[in-house]
């Protein structure tokens, strides 16, 4: 089979080098997007290419990418849009820069063959009014959602109290702009696995999907999950576990304290063992400068696979 990686990164330089050489694989492709407001020099760009002997490597149009904004949704559509330009492959698989594969390619490959026309996507239950609030509240300055990316105190707070004042007039004047459009919110990781006839599916209606999130904040977890939810095609290809429950095979803790996922650490390798034989493919999120060993050990873990 054929596969397309896109790596939507930021400046974690280190831990793409990781990646790619984890991925470095015949029929393999890779797409890196490295949002623009890093600094990434024409020796960076020649070390990712001296990583790869056997895969193909593309580095994806760059353009400003903001935690939560509308930009990063294009950013999806860019990345989907270019990788298919070059394809078509049979999966494509959006991974971040801090991801490693929890198995060999070979078995991933053979994974894909065995479930082929299943779409890898995470859904959760939305138990939080935020998640809606999301999309029913028409947010000025879509990309300017993330206080969580923005290091300046004063900042932050003015961004909180900003988006409160909208939530508190939408409620006060009981507009809903969602609702309008007659969908089904969906929710889930961004992180997912589709395959030639998803993307070309929703890549034709990228133009009514956009209309839809246009405002919206943090949408990257609702976007494609809605679009699949409410397109019985789609629907009905979700990949389901042994319980029922349709999942993007992505193993991510997530530190409730901080809503964002814990990096990797070398007493997790049993952790990740598990998950790996439950049935996990990928995981993140990895940290060289926080831990090397546990990244040494997964990637160890997996070439030795390779071979058996």
């Known amino acids: 089979m054929k596969h397309a990686y896109l790596i939507m990164a930021a400046n974690e330089f280190e831990e ?15 797409f890196l997007h490295i949002d623009k ?17 056997k895969a193909d490597f593309y580095l994806a149009p760059r353009r400003k990418v903001s935690w939560g904004g509308r930009d990063m949704l294009e950013c999806e559509f860019s990345l989907f849009s270019f990788a298919r330009s070059v394809g078509p492959f049979d999966y494509y698989h959006l991974l971040s820069g801090k991801d490693l594969p929890l198995l060999s390619h070979k ?6 063959e065995k479930n082929k026309g299943r779409e890898f996507v995470e859904y959760k239950q939305i138990r939080e009014k935020e998640v809606y609030q999301r ?29 409160k004042l909208e939530r508190t007039l939408a409620k006060a004047l009981k507009l809903d702009f969602f609702k309008n459009t007659g969908l089904k919110l969906g929710f889930g990781s961004q992180w997912l696995s589709l395959d030639d006839f998803a993307v070309e599916r929703i890549l034709k209606k990228e133009k009514s999907i956009m209309k839809v999130f246009k405002h919206a904040i943090v949408a990257d977890e609702l976007f494609l999950q809605t679009f699949i939810l409410n397109d019985e095609v789609l629907k009905k290809r979700l990949y389901r576990d042994e319980k029922g429950r349709p999942g993007n095979l992505r193993f991510i803790k997530i530190d409730e304290r901080k809503s964002s996922p814990c990096v990797w650490e070398i007493s997790d390798l049993e952790t990740l063992k598990k998950a790996r034989n439950e049935g996990y493919l990928f995981s993140r999120k990895f940290d060289v400068a926080e ?12 070439a030795e696979e390779e071979y058996f």
């Open 16 to 30: 793409i080098l990781v990646l790619l050489k984890a991925l470095d694989y015949e029929d393999n492709a890779i």
């Open 135 to 163: 999309v029913q509240v028409w947010h000025a300055f879509p990309n300017v959602s993330a206080y969580r990316s923005v290091k300046s105190a004063p900042l932050k707070l003015m961004i909180r109290a900003y988006r």
């Open 291 to 302: 831990d090397d060993e546990i990244v040494s050990s997964v990637l160890k873990m997996t």
């Open 107 to 112: 078995r991933i490959n053979e994974f894909f």
């Open 37 to 53: 407001k890093a600094a990434l020099s024409p020796l960076q760009l020649e070390r990712f290419k001296q990583r790869l002997s």
